[in-house]
Nanobody, 115 residues
Framework: QVQLVGSGGGLVQTGGSLRLSCAAS????????MGWYRQAPGKQRELVAV???????NYVDSVKGRFTVASDNAKNTVYLQMNSLKQEDTALYLC?????????WGQGTQVTVSS
């Protein structure tokens, strides 16, 4: 059974930074990809950032240059460093991990950016 624990969200002012963590139970090397979605009220779930098993990364256009996704295999953890936060980044951030067959989800961590 795979468990993902997301953490690091909070309340921050516009222009501030947060680092989200997604800790997996066991090695993350078994996953094809990991990353983060976000869900804002009244909006569709959006894929924010992905890191694949070969270290490739991809981002939604709205966060490019501001967010960085990285993995620490020794700690079985994926991080999302979020800089220059904007109010439109306010959302519930959910980490995920994907194998060939299954997708696993963390419980979500709330990010709120105030003016």
């Amino acid at each position: 059974q795979v468990q993902l624990v997301g953490s690091g969200g909070g309340l921050v002012q516009t222009g501030g930074s947060l680092r989200l963590s997604c800790a997996a139970s066991g090695s993350i090397l078994r996953f094809n990809s990991m990353g983060w979605y976000r869900q804002a009220p009244g909006k569709q779930r959006e894929l924010v950032a992905v890191i694949t098993s070969d270290g490739s990364t991809n981002y939604v256009d709205s966060v490019k240059g501001r967010f960085t996704v990285a993995s620490d295999n020794a700690k079985n953890t994926v991080y999302l460093q979020m800089n220059s936060l904007k109010q439109e980044d306010t959302a519930l951030y959910l980490c995920y991990a994907q194998t060939t067959r299954l997708t696993y989800w963390g419980q979500g961590t709330q990010v709120t950016v105030s003016s």
